[in-house]
């Protein structure tokens, strides 16, 4: 019996590339963005066309799991902007532009990463990049949280932290 091929969402690999311009091209596409904008639930996701249109396209690079790109495709569609170089839990532990303390709140990052049910997962996200003011790590964003697992939630401590003063 052939093994499943799982989508991983590695740099330059073939879904990368697909979701990534996809997203690029939500952003000039402001119906569908403002339809997806609009969803706060998964179930509502699944009802949006350009949810399918996206699963359309990654389904060649193997198993899409339904909820879990749902979310992503959601998130992503309040993304404005990339920021690379740095990780989204590292962007969350940096400052404020006009504070010393942590964009996102110790509390709320502790509260972020003991989510494990992904579906639980999308309105503290949602909050998180409007706090971040919809500029992130697409990339870092993507496999995170289509790979939400004991392992991303380890790594995300890690990088949160990792600079932080005692």
Not at 26 to 31: D, F, P, V
Not at 119 to 129: A, C
Request: charged share 30%.
């Amino acid at each position: 019996m052939e093994k499943k091929k799982y989508l991983q969402f590695e740099e330059h690999s073939g879904e990368y590339s697909k979701i990534i311009s996809w997203w690029q091209g939500l952003r000039e596409a402001k119906g569908e963005r403002a339809e997806l904008r609009r969803c706060r639930e998964v179930e509502e996701i699944f009802f949006v066309p350009v949810f399918h249109s996206i699963k359309r396209k990654l389904l060649p690079y193997g198993h899409v799991s339904d909820g879990r790109l749902a979310i992503t495709v959601a998130l992503l569609s309040h993304v404005k902007n990339n920021l690379e170089g740095i990780s989204l839990p590292e962007q969350m532990a940096r400052p404020g532009a006009e504070s010393s303390r942590p964009r996102v709140s110790d509390l709320r990052f502790r509260r972020l990463i003991q989510i494990k049910n992904i579906d639980d997962l999308l309105l503290p996200m949602l909050r998180i990049i409007k706090m971040l003011d919809s500029t992130v790590n697409v990339p870092n964003l993507v496999k995170s949280i289509y790979g939400w697992n004991d392992y991303v939630r380890k790594q995300w401590a890690f990088d949160y932290y990792k600079d932080s003063k005692d």
